[in-house]
């Protein structure tokens, strides 16, 4: 890293191992070039040297220069002004609510009025609500989580994006490990379930691309036709929530037609007889699943006998890339359980490049006790765990939580920073009701005046990844890296460790720990316990190692041919059986909101991601607004929809529910099926509701949790769709 960095400066300017923290499995190692005269950034690229980055960057960050130096980047503490009132505001004019303040008023009165809402109402009527606005060890979770803990505030189960999956992983393999990025070039058959490779896993496409020039195939399984879907050799349009269907109808015509692997799911599989029993019920027949899923018995058989015989007719194995789509449903758990069975069945695993991919976050053996301080809420004025709040839920939370006393108090002070809440929770217009009360105090620490920060009594500045240092895993790839601060704060802003730990001295907390430096905090995450079996997985890593090579690889361990293959043997699994758990067998159940049990709103909606957005993050840049205009205050729809309805190209449209309404414009094509509708997830307050009320597409979602894992089910939502009224 020092040698790239040495031969790319010059006397004018000096370049920087970062790497980019948004909510992407790539965490790309990226080098940012800082004039020296001026402290400016004025390039970033991929880091060459990184083996999956391997120098390029997503359309997203490659012009995040537009981010950093944006003239709308909030830069200082703010207060709402007296007498305006919570609510949206129009982009451009949120300074006319708000006045600039010093930090010391800004933080002298978010602990005053936390301190007075603790003594009156209880400390965990606070409730803090963040998630991966930046997935940095110490800006997704650190001095944050000492200080909630330590004030006895509510704990936030952290769930909208992909605890269903992850509990689905664990309850399969009890540690969740997976085929590196650059193995899936050795593949004969890649399945792309739930994944839009293409959008929001791009560094993973080289790879893929790779194998199929030798000869792999490229299966696409999703409801939307999305980027990755009109690439591939095939694109298996699933009904949405029907995934954990699929699955058992794969595994029905495997074990119908004796294409498993006995050998090793005998040396590495418990529940097998039983797995067996139910796949080969008569409603896992491809005949029976067709009607549900949308796709042909051929189709299905097809496809997994291909999955079941890719190795021996190819010498190559088949590997799923499996996304967290399929996980955002009701029976979303039970879905990533079944598929993550497949490989079980057929041995991938065995073979270099084969198995499933859904996260490698579970690699990294971070030591999270030391950085969160679990224990600090025993000193805390409850003297125990404070209660867990479900951020799915939050419209909940914010109206009707503390109703009952069993539930505890109301809770009246949110603190919301890594998260724009106003935008990507479900159930919009609870959250908006909740935000809108005038006795809840509402701290918001971002980088924009978001949708959230309309609601807020107190901004505070957050800085980019260009503006502080961390240290980083991946949820894509196996690298520990280093990221170093390129360029000064700009304005007054300052980052998670700074906020929370002054704050925490405001408070009277005397705890040694709320004086720990980056550096501090970096050293104690890359110290695991001893008695946790990844500890290995860290040889020889530090902070030292990191600043000076910027990204290291984990050390796994390597059989006799130097190869490290996941759940090859039952040494790798960490479930009570010590081996890969087929039982409890996966149900399928139809969500309560798909076509299943549709009356009065009859379409199932895809509350979609766009490409060039980061969830909500990017949206209100005018470069991703560009790269994303084909898709702007659009609802996609099938002609066997509009047809009906009697809308046409162009018209405008209201999408409802007894949740919500928004209106956009009717666009007909094929991105999606019979019975779906899609739009895309935008801000709010940026307009693409043609209504002027100010919502997005969570407007119409809900508060429903997933099976397993208590997550958000975005993708279990009906609708109605009807041209729109000539007046709103």
């Given at each position: 890293?020092?040698?790239?960095?040495?031969?790319?400066?010059?006397?004018?300017?000096?370049?920087?191992?970062?790497?980019?923290?948004?909510?992407?499995?790539?965490?790309?190692?990226?080098?940012?070039?800082?004039?020296?005269?001026?402290?400016?950034?004025?390039?970033?690229?991929?880091?060459?040297?990184?083996?999956?980055?391997?120098?390029?960057?997503?359309?997203?960050?490659?012009?995040?220069?537009?981010?950093?130096?944006?003239?709308?980047?909030?830069?200082?503490?703010?207060?709402?002004?007296?007498?305006?009132?919570?609510?949206?505001?129009?982009?451009?004019?949120?300074?006319?609510?708000?006045?600039?303040?010093?930090?010391?008023?800004?933080?002298?009165?978010?602990?005053?009025?936390?301190?007075?809402?603790?003594?009156?109402?209880?400390?965990?009527?606070?409730?803090?609500?963040?998630?991966?606005?930046?997935?940095?060890?110490?800006?997704?979770?650190?001095?944050?989580?000492?200080?909630?803990?330590?004030?006895?505030?509510?704990?936030?189960?952290?769930?909208?994006?992909?605890?269903?999956?992850?509990?689905?992983?664990?309850?399969?393999y009890g540690v969740k490990l997976a085929p590196p990025p650059q193995d899936f070039a050795r593949a004969g058959l890649i399945i792309a379930w739930g994944a839009n490779i293409h959008g929001n896993n791009i560094h993973l496409w080289p790879f893929i691309e790779e194998a199929r020039r030798d000869g792999a195939k490229l299966v696409v399984i999703d409801p939307y036709r999305t980027r990755t879907a009109a690439l591939a050799d095939q694109h298996l349009?699933?009904?949405?929530?029907?995934?954990?269907?699929?699955?058992?109808?794969?595994?029905?015509?495997?074990?119908?037609?004796?294409?498993?692997?006995?050998?090793?799911?005998?040396?590495?599989?418990?529940?097998?007889?039983?797995?067996?029993?139910?796949?080969?019920?008569?409603?896992?027949?491809?005949?029976?699943?067709?009607?549900?899923?949308?796709?042909?018995?051929?189709?299905?058989?097809?496809?997994?006998?291909?999955?079941?015989?890719?190795?021996?007719?190819?010498?190559?194995?088949?590997?799923?890339?499996?996304?967290?789509?399929?996980?955002?449903?009701?029976?979303?758990?039970?879905?990533?359980?079944?598929?993550?069975?497949?490989?079980?069945?057929?041995?991938?695993?065995?073979?270099?490049?084969?198995?499933?991919?859904?996260?490698?976050?579970?690699?990294?053996?971070?030591?999270?006790?030391?950085?969160?301080?679990?224990?600090?809420?025993?000193?805390?004025?409850?003297?125990?765990?404070?209660?867990?709040?479900?951020?799915?839920?939050?419209?909940?939370?914010?109206?009707?939580?503390?109703?009952?006393?069993?539930?505890?108090?109301?809770?009246?002070?949110?603190?919301?920073?890594?998260?724009?809440?106003?935008?990507?929770?479900?159930?919009?217009?609870?959250?908006?009701?909740?935000?809108?009360?005038?006795?809840?105090?509402?701290?918001?620490?971002?980088?924009?005046?978001?949708?959230?920060?309309?609601?807020?009594?107190?901004?505070?500045?957050?800085?980019?990844?260009?503006?502080?240092?961390?240290?980083?895993?991946?949820?894509?790839?196996?690298?520990?890296?280093?990221?170093?601060?390129?360029?000064?704060?700009?304005?007054?802003?300052?980052?998670?460790?700074?906020?929370?730990?002054?704050?925490?001295?405001?408070?009277?907390?005397?705890?040694?720990?709320?004086?720990?430096?980056?550096?501090?905090?970096?050293?104690?995450?890359?110290?695991?316990?001893?008695?946790?079996?990844?500890?290995?997985?860290?040889?020889?890593?530090?902070?030292?190692?990191?600043?000076?090579?910027?990204?290291?690889?984990?050390?796994?361990?390597?059989?006799?041919?130097?190869?490290?293959?996941?759940?090859?043997?039952?040494?790798?699994?960490?479930?009570?059986?010590?081996?890969?758990?087929?039982?409890?067998?996966?149900?399928?159940?139809?969500?309560?909101?798909?076509?299943?049990?549709?009356?009065?709103?009859?379409?199932?909606?895809?509350?979609?991601?766009?490409?060039?957005?980061?969830?909500?993050?990017?949206a209100n840049h005018p470069t991703h607004q560009r790269m994303e205009s084909r898709t702007a205050g659009l609802l996609e729809m099938h002609a066997d929809d509009a047809a009906p309805r009697g809308v046409v190209n162009g018209d405008e449209v209201e999408i409802f529910n007894g949740r919500g309404r928004i209106r956009l414009r009717a666009h007909i094509g094929d991105k999606v099926g019979s019975g779906v509708v899609a739009a895309r997830l935008d801000?709010?307050?940026?307009?693409?509701?043609?209504?002027?009320?100010?919502?997005?597409?969570?407007?119409?979602?809900?508060?429903?949790?997933?099976?397993?894992?208590?997550?958000?089910?975005?993708?279990?939502?009906?609708?109605?769709?009807?041209?729109?009224?000539?007046?709103?």
């Amino acid at each position: 890293m020092e040698k790239i960095a040495a031969e790319q400066a010059n006397d004018a300017s000096r370049v920087v191992h970062a790497v980019c923290s948004h909510d992407c499995p790539d965490s790309c190692g990226v080098l940012i070039t800082v004039d020296q005269l001026t402290g400016k950034a004025t390039k970033i690229q991929g880091d060459p040297a990184h083996p999956v980055t391997r120098g390029f960057l997503c359309g997203k960050v490659a012009k995040y220069l537009d981010r950093v130096y944006s003239p709308d980047r909030l830069l200082y503490p703010m207060r709402r002004k007296a007498g305006i009132a919570k609510g949206p505001l129009a982009q451009g004019r949120e300074l006319e609510a708000f006045e600039r303040i010093s930090w010391d008023e800004a933080l002298d009165t978010i602990a005053v009025r936390l301190q007075s809402i603790s003594d009156e109402f209880g400390p965990e009527s606070i409730l803090p609500y963040s998630y991966a606005g930046t997935i940095g060890q110490l800006g997704y979770g650190s001095m944050d989580r000492r200080f909630f803990h330590r004030l006895g505030a509510s704990q936030l189960d952290r769930t909208i994006c992909a605890s269903a999956g992850g509990a689905a992983l664990l309850s399969v393999y009890g540690v969740k490990l997976a085929p590196p990025p650059q193995d899936f070039a050795r593949a004969g058959l890649i399945i792309a379930w739930g994944a839009n490779i293409h959008g929001n896993n791009i560094h993973l496409w080289p790879f893929i691309e790779e194998a199929r020039r030798d000869g792999a195939k490229l299966v696409v399984i999703d409801p939307y036709r999305t980027r990755t879907a009109a690439l591939a050799d095939q694109h298996l349009a699933i009904n949405p929530g029907t995934d954990a269907l699929l699955a058992l109808s794969l595994m029905h015509v495997i074990l119908r037609d004796g294409l498993e692997d006995s050998s090793y799911i005998a040396a590495n599989t418990h529940g097998f007889t039983e797995l067996r029993a139910h796949a080969l019920k008569p409603e896992h027949a491809p005949e029976a699943a067709a009607r549900i899923t949308g796709i042909d018995a051929e189709t299905i058989t097809a496809l997994a006998r291909a999955y079941a015989t890719t190795q021996r007719r190819t010498g190559k194995p088949a590997v799923i890339r499996l996304n967290y789509g399929i996980q955002r449903s009701q029976n979303g758990g039970t879905a990533a359980r079944a598929v993550a069975m497949l490989p079980l069945l057929v041995g991938a695993w065995k073979y270099r490049g084969g198995g499933v991919q859904l996260s490698t976050s579970g690699s990294f053996p971070f030591n999270n006790d030391d950085l969160q301080r679990l224990d600090l809420m025993l000193a805390s004025p409850l003297g125990r765990p404070a209660r867990v709040v479900n951020m799915s839920e939050l419209g909940h939370a914010l109206t009707t939580l503390g109703e009952h006393k069993e539930d505890g108090p109301p809770v009246k002070a949110l603190f919301v920073y890594n998260s724009n809440a106003a935008a990507v929770a479900p159930n919009q217009n609870a959250v908006l009701r909740g935000l809108k009360r005038e006795d809840l105090f509402v701290v918001v620490h971002d980088q924009f005046f978001t949708d959230t920060a309309d609601y807020a009594d107190i901004l505070l500045p957050a800085p980019t990844f260009f503006e502080t240092k961390d240290v980083q895993g991946a949820y894509g790839h196996l690298f520990v890296q280093i990221s170093d601060q390129a360029i000064a704060p700009l304005g007054e802003v300052r980052n998670n460790v700074a906020v929370f730990s002054e704050l925490a001295r405001r408070m009277g907390f005397t705890e040694a720990c709320f004086s720990d430096t980056v550096d501090d905090l970096i050293d104690q995450t890359l110290a695991p316990p001893s008695h946790d079996h990844r500890a290995a997985w860290f040889a020889g890593i530090d902070r030292a190692r990191l600043e000076r090579e910027g990204h290291v690889p984990l050390q796994f361990p390597i059989d006799a041919n130097g190869d490290t293959l996941p759940f090859s043997d039952a040494s790798w699994f960490r479930t009570p059986s010590g081996k890969g758990e087929l039982i409890p067998v996966p149900v399928f159940r139809a969500p309560q909101e798909s076509r299943a049990n549709a009356a009065d709103y009859p379409l199932e909606f895809l509350p979609r991601k766009a490409d060039n957005f980061m969830n909500s993050t990017f949206a209100n840049h005018p470069t991703h607004q560009r790269m994303e205009s084909r898709t702007a205050g659009l609802l996609e729809m099938h002609a066997d929809d509009a047809a009906p309805r009697g809308v046409v190209n162009g018209d405008e449209v209201e999408i409802f529910n007894g949740r919500g309404r928004i209106r956009l414009r009717a666009h007909i094509g094929d991105k999606v099926g019979s019975g779906v509708v899609a739009a895309r997830l935008d801000w709010a307050k940026l307009g693409s509701d043609l209504s002027g009320a100010g919502a997005n597409v969570n407007a119409l979602t809900s508060e429903t949790l997933t099976d397993i894992g208590g997550g958000a089910t975005f993708y279990s939502t009906l609708v109605e769709v009807r041209k729109a009224p000539l007046h709103a």
